[in-house]
């Protein structure tokens, strides 16, 4: 089984300009990640062996986390930063920044298979 913050569609470079300092606040904070769509991931799966391959986007179903996410960093901020400083809650607070993102560009997906022998 595999949880990932998925590609729901390919952002195309002009919209990726548009967004760039989101982009790269998303990069500082997380790191420079390679995504994929879900069904590449399913697509890599098989190729390596994997069967009965079954995906599912919960992205809907995970989109409330940035809620809490943002109540938590909200009701903590003191204690956040005193312990990261400023800029490391700013940083903490990218939650708002991905949930512009959710259910359009980006979005959470499920990987199930098997593997035999």
């Not at 470079?13 to 879900?38: C, K, P, T, Y």
């Not at 079954?54 to 996410?69: A, V």
């Not at 909200?74 to 708002?96: Q, T, W």
Request: some cysteine; aromatic content about 10%; overall charge negative.
């Amino acid at each position: 089984m595999l949880c990932d913050i998925v590609l729901r569609r390919p952002m195309p470079f002009s919209e990726v300009l548009s967004h760039q300092n989101d982009v790269l606040i998303l990069d500082r904070v997380f790191g420079r990640a390679g995504m994929a769509q879900l069904d590449q991931y399913a697509s890599w799966a098989e190729e390596v062996g994997f069967s009965s391959i079954t995906t599912l986007d919960i992205s809907r179903e995970t989109k409330p986390t940035f809620d809490r996410w943002r109540t938590n960093a909200d009701l903590n901020a003191k204690i956040v930063e005193e312990l990261i400083g400023s800029e490391g809650l700013a940083s903490f607070r990218a939650c708002d920044i991905l949930s512009r993102f959710w259910l359009d560009w980006l979005g959470y997906g499920l990987l199930v298979a098997d593997r035999k022998g």
